[in-house]
């Protein structure tokens, strides 16, 4: 079995997919990603979601093996937040990784853009692909926007992002856990990232190849085609702010 289990704990569109791919390249680490992802196709929804993680786990001789959980990911395995951090201390897991996007409007953006285009990611083999020439344009309903299977408010989104980041730092508080940004540690060199998880590992930063590009590095105004109908819902809020990220 793994000589350390570690949890990433994120919303998506963070950055994860790009760090997660860095510490793969590690010799120490082997990095499963999302294991309950739809796209992975892991989880069926039977069974015991943690389970599912040791299995997984079980296949790594040596080293550390990583795995990731977003708040999306409890409505698939039907667990609480809580219920899942408790049976992944039960189970080992002794190190997490919280990534938070602080413009988390951006995360909105993002995961639209990925459903219009059926682009989730933007790689090469070894080296990032360029930049697109121009954004592809999306709209975001302020009163009923659909993300991760939910429809809901835009603020009322904003609002439970700000909420799972709350909760964890109350389900982590006797944990070891890394604190990372997107905005901090991903956005200009995600190798900052890296280099911040190798420390805390205590393992060595080997060399690795950056494949991952930004999926939407335009401005919000430029992606939002209804930009202004959205900045009239989050004026005078706590994240209006977001609006020039």
């Known amino acids: 079995m793994a000589a350390g289990l570690i949890c990433m ?10 760090l997660g791919d860095l510490l793969n390249q590690n010799p120490y680490v082997s990095w499963d990603a999302e294991i309950y992802g739809p796209m992975r196709k892991l989880w069926n929804g039977e069974g015991d979601p943690v389970q599912l993680m040791l299995a997984r786990a079980a296949k790594v001789q040596h080293g550390l093996y990583g795995f990731e959980f977003k708040a999306y990911h409890a409505l698939l395995v ?26 988390s409007l951006r995360k909105v953006a993002s995961t639209a853009v990925a459903r219009i285009t059926g682009r989730f990611h933007r790689t090469g083999t070894s080296a990032p692909p360029a930049q697109p020439d121009k954004p592809t344009r999306i709209r975001i309903d302020p009163e009923a926007h659909f993300i991760d299977s939910e429809t809901r408010p835009l603020v009322e989104f904003l609002d439970g992002f700000d909420r799972f980041f709350d909760e964890l730092d109350g389900l982590l508080d006797q944990s070891e856990v890394l604190k990372l940004t997107y905005e901090g540690d991903i956005a200009e ?18 060399p690795v190849t950056m494949r991952f590009a930004v999926t939407t590095p335009f401005p919000l105004r430029e992606v939002i085609d209804n930009y202004d109908e959205v900045a009239r819902a989050l004026r005078g809020t706590k994240w209006e702010w977001m609006l020039e990220g």
């Open 189 to 206: 060199d995600p190798q900052v990232a890296y280099r911040k998880v190798c420390r805390w590992l205590n393992i060595a930063p080997h």
């Open 78 to 103: 039907k667990r609480t937040l809580a219920d899942m951090i408790g049976a992944y201390r039960d189970a080992g897991v002794d190190r997490f990784i919280v990534l938070r996007r602080e413009n």
């Open 9 to 18: 704990l994120h919303l998506g569109r963070a950055g994860s997919t790009v």
